[in-house]
């Protein structure tokens, strides 16, 4: 019996039961009297009388009925039948097999019966894989000698290859027939070689067979080949050039053009080549960081993918201003230093170093001018200096040479009605010049008041100048009799006395008790020697506040306390003026 050998059956093939060799096919059912799943009929020598002869069949998935791997899966089965052409020349057993998996084989026999030539094959009886098979590469041919005890069949043999191998192009070494024949004698002579086939056939690679075949002088034919793989033995080689080579820019950028061209190496196997990408380019406009890529596949393998970025920024940074500090006066006017804070911006590369700066105007005028520094992106792009500039009118300073004119004296009192008028005032400005100079203060009412000019220049710088205090006065008369003043006056202790005085405005007297803020008593030191002068009246009042219009006087009826001593009483009237008297309690 003769080992089992198994290969790889050939790429895809069409869905037949059976059939012809050479056309694609769906799962192989081979016989294994030779190491290869083809058309090429193998043959079993066999000698009339002699012993049997046996071959295994066995399952090779082929994925050409479109379902990948094996059809035989699960529970499925594929059942054969089995038969000689001619059972008088040969027969075979058993008759019918079945398989259940690929990893299956079935061992068939063949007893040899009489001189001649016979057909065993096989046909499908039942299938439920869902897939199809080929059945043809099961045949074989019973070469069946007559009997002669000289006769030994004779054996043929391919050398040098191997079934299945592979090999490198141009390395693939010679295959040889070697015959072993006990009568005839042995004998060797090359092998014939099939084309390559294969869908790079065209640049050698692919598959070839070496057969050998041999017919002893009794008729008898040993038959045998190897198929085997020619291989590309290295995949392509990828190259590419920039132009320029190096950026021209800062930190790898490029701010000129530069193109970008690839190369793809594949001597053994050109028309296998496959690229992805490798297109070559011209960067003529700005872009950020793009990756370009290459791949490429051949019958020797892959290479890449191999990638290249490129990043272009031929463009300046562009800048923008704002005011950040500064005190806008009016006019359009600034009345201090300016901020302006210049910040710059880059669509690709970015800005080097701090994207924002701020510039300080300097001095007072017109149009004082704020220019803008220099910034330069990562690319190395700068923009010029003062490309963008700003211009103020500032004026810091406020109006000088205030001057009042007309109004209240410095230190004077005035009634009301004897007030001045208000006073005017004046100023100079050398920048934005004056808006206006009014006078603050100014007032007829009861009180002290302070004039302030107040200057205003275009651009709203204030100066303030203060000017005279006046005061405006009531004009107080008391207190009357029975109190005196500049003595102090005598009474008895808690006996009422009443404090009779008079107020006028101007020419005009005030008869409303409203003019009073104020009435308060304080203890005093009595002095060593005082003058002395009694109150000749008193009176039986209530203490309170009130104008007599008989006597056309205010009345205020004090209470005096019961403690002795020295006391000071004192009427505030709104304006601020007091009027007093000294008593002595007894």
């Known amino acids: 019996m003769r080992a089992r050998k198994l290969i790889t059956a050939f790429a895809a093939v069409p869905l037949l039961l059976s059939g012809a060799i050479g056309a694609a096919m769906a799962d192989d059912i081979s016989n294994d009297l030779d190491a290869s799943i083809d058309a090429v009929a193998e043959v079993m020598p066999l000698t009339a009388g002699g012993p049997a002869g046996s071959t295994e069949l066995y399952v090779s998935p082929a994925n050409g009925d479109g379902k990948n791997g094996c059809n035989l899966t699960g529970d499925s089965t594929?059942?054969?039948?089995?038969?000689?052409?001619?059972?008088?020349?040969?027969?075979?057993?058993?008759?019918?097999?079945?398989?259940?998996?690929?990893?299956?084989?079935?061992?068939?026999?063949?007893v040899p019966v009489a001189k001649g030539s016979a057909t065993v094959s096989v046909a499908q009886s039942?299938?439920?894989?869902?897939?199809?098979?080929?059945?043809?590469?099961?045949?074989?041919?019973?070469?069946?000698?007559?009997a002669a005890p000289a006769n030994t069949p004779p054996t043929v043999e391919v050398t040098g290859v191997t079934a299945g191998g592979s090999y490198a192009k141009g390395t693939v070494p010679a295959a040889t027939c070697e015959v072993t024949d006990a009568e005839d004698g042995n004998s060797s002579f090359p092998a014939t070689l099939s084309a390559v086939t294969g869908d790079y056939a065209v640049d050698g690679i692919g598959s070839q067979s070496a057969t050998c075949s041999y017919t002893d002088g009794s008729g008898v034919q040993a038959l045998e080949s190897k198929t085997y793989s020619i291989i590309d033995p290295s995949g392509p080689e990828i190259g590419y050039t920039l132009n320029p080579a190096t950026p021209d820019g800062d930190n790898g950028w490029y701010q000129g053009n530069v193109s970008l061209t690839w190369s793809v190496d594949e001597p053994e196997s050109p028309s296998s080549l496959d690229l992805v990408g490798c297109v070559d380019t011209n960067i003529t406009a700005d872009q950020k960081e793009t990756e370009y890529g290459c791949s490429a596949s051949s019958a020797g393998g892959s290479a890449g993918?191999?990638?290249?970025?490129?990043?272009?920024?031929?463009?300046?940074?562009?800048?923008?201003?704002?005011?950040?500090?500064?005190?806008?006066?009016?006019?359009?006017?600034?009345t201090s230093d300016v901020d302006v804070e210049f910040t710059a911006s880059d669509a690709l590369s970015g800005i080097q170093g701090d994207a924002a700066q701020t510039v300080t105007s300097s001095g007072e005028g017109r149009a004082i001018r704020v220019a803008s520094p220099v910034f330069t992106d990562i690319a190395g792009n700068s923009t010029e200096a003062g490309a963008v500039t700003e211009t103020f009118d500032i004026d810091k300073t406020g109006p000088t040479k205030v001057t009042f004119s007309g109004g209240p004296a410095a230190d004077q009192s005035y009634y009301r009605n004897t007030v001045p008028a208000a006073p005017t005032c004046s100023a100079e400005d050398g920048?934005?010049?004056?808006?206006?100079?009014?006078?603050?203060?100014y007032s007829t009412e009861l009180g002290s008041h302070t004039l302030t000019a107040v200057a205003t220049d275009k651009a709203g710088n204030v100066s303030r100048v203060t000017g005279p205090t006046y005061r405006v006065t009531l004009k107080a008369l008391g207190f009357f009799a029975p109190v005196d003043r500049g003595i102090h006056n005598t009474v008895k202790g808690g006996a009422t006395v009443p404090l009779k005085f008079e107020v006028f405005d101007g020419a005009d007297e005030i008869t409303l008790t409203s003019v009073v803020k104020s009435f308060s008593v304080k203890s005093a030191t009595c002095p060593g020697a005082v003058s002395q002068d009694a109150v000749e009246e008193t009176s039986t009042l209530s203490t309170g506040l009130k104008f007599d219009a008989v006597s056309g006087h205010f009345i205020q009826s004090w209470k005096t306390p019961k403690a002795v001593g020295c006391y000071t009483a004192t009427i505030t009237l709104t304006d601020g003026s007091p009027i007093t008297a000294d008593f002595l309690l007894k």
């Open 78 to 110: 594929l059942r054969l039948s089995v038969a000689s052409s001619d059972t008088a020349v040969a027969t075979v057993s058993p008759s019918q097999v079945t398989f259940t998996s690929c990893g299956d084989t079935k061992t068939l026999t063949v």
């Open 431 to 441: 920048l934005s010049g004056i808006e206006s100079c009014v006078v603050e203060g």
């Open 126 to 146: 039942a299938n439920t894989t869902g897939g199809t098979f080929a059945l043809a590469p099961a045949s074989f041919t019973v070469d069946v000698g007559a």
């Open 305 to 334: 993918p191999t990638s290249v970025t490129i990043k272009r920024d031929g463009t300046a940074p562009t800048v923008a201003s704002k005011v950040t500090a500064g005190t806008l006066g009016s006019n359009g006017w600034f």
